[in-house]
């Protein structure tokens, strides 16, 4: 069996006797992050797992780091980047080299500190956006050339790379490799309007699951037929909506809720988009918390009319945003 990896773009072999989702692992921080979501809320939780792991990552990191390997950052992206971390989340993150440097020393160097986070219940990430990966080691300019250089010829991969670097967030090592990267990427987006529009396109890829008469478009066959992904219909929408809003308006926050919420007070979004945006996201971290690690489908016939009408509401508002998007970045 083989995987071809989204950002490594290699293939990997996977190893057939281990097993690729977390249901034989118990990770020892999992009751704390459920007392937290019933005491604080899904969001909240979110955010303490997203710290905490931060926290053992940079841990993990001052154990194996030689002093030659301080002139490095190490930054988290995905989940872990816009802090909303739940049970289902694996570890993404990328080195920033102050200097290209011999691969192999840093290959070895990343796989001690990944295989760590694994054993404590955190997944290696199934596109290969790991520091594990030679395309995930870079110095902060042959970053910005993925994005912004003339060696992004690959457009769909600039789009990419730019929703990650968008996300992420240092946790350890040279921070200022990152933060330069982060402010000459947002500066330069936000005033590249073909960027914009091949960015919106990229992202309304991720059609909303309603019929033309309103009714929820599930799964016509297969294991799960009559059910619909509540993950790519809402948050994947709603995270990616935000972060290209965001970088229009140069918002620099990573995380969902903030980005919305500082669209709403420049005014990029109506007030009323982004509560009922605000809202719905809310309400699928709190829906997203109660259920198994890697359970994100929604069954609409196990489910109430109430309930079946408040997601068509919220599918409905991701709509209507995505339908202002096209619009705004023509």
């Given at each position: 069996?083989?995987?071809?990896?989204?950002?490594?773009?290699?293939?990997?072999?996977?190893?057939?006797?281990?097993?690729?989702?977390?249901?034989?692992?118990?990770?020892?921080?999992?009751p704390t992050y459920r007392l937290m979501v019933v005491d604080k809320g899904?969001?909240?939780?979110?955010?303490?797992?997203?710290?905490w792991f931060a926290h053992r990552l940079s841990e993990s990191l001052d154990r194996h780091a030689t002093e030659e390997q301080t002139t490095v950052a190490w930054v988290v992206a995905g989940s872990a980047g816009r802090g909303e971390m739940h049970l289902g989340s694996d570890q993404d993150g990328l080195l920033?080299?102050?200097?290209?440097?011999?691969?192999?020393?840093?290959?070895?160097?990343?796989?001690?500190?990944?295989?760590?986070?694994e054993s404590e219940g955190f997944p290696p990430c199934n596109a290969g956006l790991m520091p594990t990966e030679a395309a995930c080691r870079r110095t902060p300019d042959?970053?910005?050339?993925?994005?912004?250089?003339?060696?992004?010829?690959?457009?769909?991969?600039?789009?990419?790379?730019?929703?990650?670097?968008?996300?992420i967030h240092p946790v350890w090592g040279k921070v200022e490799l990152v933060e330069e990267v982060r402010r000459r990427l947002l500066q330069t987006v936000a005033q590249d309007n073909a960027f914009l529009h091949d960015l919106t396109?990229?992202?309304?890829l991720h059609r909303v699951p309603l019929g033309p008469f309103g009714q929820l478009l599930t799964q016509p066959y297969?294991?799960?037929?009559?059910?619909?992904?509540?993950?790519?219909?809402?948050?994947?929408?709603?995270?990616n909506l935000a972060r290209l809003w965001a970088a229009a308006a140069q918002i620099e926050t990573?995380?969902?809720?903030?980005?919305?919420?500082?669209?709403?007070?420049?005014?990029?979004?109506?007030?009323?988009?982004?509560?009922?945006?605000?809202?719905?996201?809310?309400?699928?971290?709190?829906?997203?918390?109660?259920?198994p690690a890697e359970a994100t489908w929604f069954?609409?016939?196990?489910?109430?009319?109430?309930?079946?009408?408040?997601?068509?509401?919220?599918?409905?508002?991701?709509?209507?945003?995505?339908?202002?998007?096209?619009?705004?970045?023509?």
């Open positions: 069996m083989s995987r071809t990896y989204l950002y490594g773009g290699e293939q990997k072999p996977i190893d057939e006797g281990r097993s690729e989702s977390r249901a034989d692992v118990t990770p020892f921080w999992e899904a969001v909240q939780a979110s955010l303490w797992l997203s710290q920033f080299l102050e200097e290209s440097a011999d691969d192999t020393r840093w290959q070895a160097y990343a796989e001690a500190v990944v295989h760590i986070l042959q970053w910005l050339q993925t994005v912004l250089g003339q060696n992004a010829t690959n457009r769909l991969d600039a789009l990419r790379w730019f929703s990650v670097l968008a996300d396109q990229h992202y309304l297969g294991p799960h037929a009559g059910g619909l992904d509540l993950k790519e219909a809402l948050y994947v929408p709603l995270v990573t995380n969902t809720l903030q980005r919305i919420s500082a669209l709403a007070q420049t005014g990029f979004w109506p007030q009323a988009d982004a509560q009922q945006a605000a809202s719905t996201w809310s309400a699928f971290m709190e829906w997203r918390a109660y259920q069954f609409p016939k196990e489910h109430s009319k109430a309930e079946r009408l408040r997601l068509k509401e919220a599918l409905e508002g991701i709509a209507v945003l995505q339908q202002r998007t096209s619009r705004a970045f023509r």
